[in-house]
């Protein structure tokens, strides 16, 4: 069983800086793809960026050159960051990183998934 939880979200401004982190149990980097999505109010849940097994990764264009994902293994933990910068107004949503065994930009594609958290950037 694969349990993911995110934590780091918050109020920030725009143009300012947020560190997500995702503590995944498990097997998880060396099994699935992980990736994180995000989901406005009204909106489709919509991929963000992702790393295959393989380490390669992959990122929606709308934060190309913005968000950078690393992972870590700290003891038994292993650790997902997603670092967002220059955050602007439309990166307002919940956050959720997700495992999957395929690595696709398509959340259908994605097993376990974490319960969500809010990032907010205010203009």
């Known amino acids: 069983q694969v349990q993911l939880a995110e934590s780091g979200g918050g109020l920030v401004q725009a143009g300012g800086s947020l560190t997500l982190t995702c503590v995944a149990s498990?097997?998880?980097?060396?099994?699935?793809?992980m990736g994180w999505f995000r989901q406005a109010p009204g909106k489709e849940r919509e991929f963000v960026r992702s790393?295959?097994?393989?380490?390669?990764?992959?990122?929606a264009d709308s934060v190309k050159g913005r968000f950078t994902i690393t992972i870590s293994r700290e003891s038994a933990k292993n650790i997902m960051y997603l670092q967002m910068m220059n955050l602007k107004p439309e990166d307002t949503a919940v956050y959720y990183c997700?495992?999957?065994?395929?690595?696709?930009?398509?959340?259908?594609?994605?097993?376990?998934w974490g319960q969500g958290t809010q990032v907010t950037v205010s203009s």
């Open positions: 997700a495992a999957g065994a395929a690595a696709t930009k398509f959340s259908k594609d994605y097993l376990y």
């Open positions: 498990g097997r998880t980097f060396s099994t699935f793809t």
């Open positions: 790393i295959s097994r393989n380490g390669v990764v992959y990122y």
